[in-house]
């Protein structure tokens, strides 16, 4: 009779474990959608005002950075759809969001450039060592997502 009941009870924790992780997922999903409404919105906000003022060269880096933030909760965002979904981690969309951010940071380093000449040259030194740490990272990303696609197809979730 005992043997009986411990599968059950088992079972009955592990169903309140999901609930809990469901609850968590659904906040986080929410959390991070408003997140990323407001990072639109502000970032149309600045590049409005940065074509009004004529800057749209300098602005538009600025707006360029905030929209690929975007595209990383939005990754971020897929990631936790598939585990409320599917109860799995998917590895995919964390490549793809370490991609974004990599390419973020090299976006931004040679948008400073000019800025970075003028600091000196062990400023710019440094920034081409990071410039150069991130084409590697990069590379590598690209080819385990590469490798994450031919290896298995389950790796590549379907978006709903």
Do not use: W
């Amino acid at each position: 009779m005992r043997s009986g009941r411990a599968p059950a009870l088992r079972e009955r924790i592990a169903q309140s474990f999901t609930q809990v992780e469901d609850v968590l997922y659904i906040g986080l999903g929410v959390m991070l959608a408003i997140g990323a409404v407001a990072l639109l919105l502000n970032a149309g906000f600045h590049f409005a005002r940065s074509l009004l003022a004529g800057a749209i060269g300098t602005g538009f880096i600025a707006v360029l950075d905030q929209l690929l933030l975007i595209l990383m909760i939005i990754e971020i965002l897929y990631t936790v759809q598939v585990s409320f979904r599917e109860h799995l981690l998917v590895p995919e969309p964390f490549v793809l969001v370490a991609m974004i951010a990599a390419v973020r940071r090299i976006l931004v380093i040679t948008a400073e450039f000019g800025t970075l000449m003028e600091q000196g040259e062990s400023a710019f030194r440094f920034a081409l060592i990071e410039l150069a740490l991130l084409t590697v990272m990069t590379g590598v990303l690209v080819a385990c997502l590469v490798g994450l696609r031919k290896r298995d197809k389950a790796a590549v979730a379907e978006r709903a």
